[in-house]
């Protein structure tokens, strides 16, 4: 059995500028305090002896790659970001970084805002523009219906309001 996997689709790369500054701030952190606590702690453990019978040495050397591991994705991926600040022209229609409010087709109201992939946050409602939902919704106005397909199926919305924070 091979290991190779397909490459992952592309997903957008915009950000809000508060998105841009929790990425910035999360790589900082990592880099200058996270890191060299977890190096500190590796060495402490080697320098206990055996470090094929050691689950510390063994913790922390995983604990450290995950943190490389991210570290040079925040590293790159902060490179490709573009950081939307404005908002449109047309503050009426759904465009990134809008927050909009919808209805199902049962008469449930949903609030959303469309936000970068980097920054989605189902429990906020933040939904990534790459997500069904908000392509759908994108360039739509107040009282225009539009249908998505999601994970359980198609699904129709009508857009109750649409507001750009600032």
Do not use: C
Not at 65 to 70: L, S, V, Y
Not at 122 to 129: D, F, P, V
């Amino acid at each position: 059995m091979s290991r190779w996997r397909p490459p992952a689709p592309h997903s957008t790369a915009i950000i809000t500028a508060e998105g841009h500054a929790r990425l910035k701030a999360e790589l900082d952190e990592l880099w200058r305090q996270r890191r060299p606590e977890v190096v500190r702690a590796l060495a402490a453990a080697a320098a206990e002896g055996d470090r094929s019978e050691n689950a510390e040495y063994t913790y922390r050397k995983k604990q450290l790659g995950e943190i490389d591991r991210r570290v040079r994705y925040l590293g790159k991926r902060l490179e490709q970001l573009r950081v939307i600040e404005a908002p449109p022209g047309d503050r009426g229609a759904v465009y990134f970084g809008a927050w909009i409010t919808v209805e199902d087709a049962a008469g449930t109201q949903h609030v959303y805002r469309i936000v970068g992939p980097d920054e989605t946050d189902a429990g906020r409602g933040w939904i990534s523009i790459d997500s069904p939902l908000a392509r759908g919704a994108l360039g739509r106005h107040v009282d225009d219906e539009f249908e998505a397909r999601l994970p359980d199926g198609p699904a129709s919305f009508v857009v109750l309001a649409v507001r750009y924070a600032g």
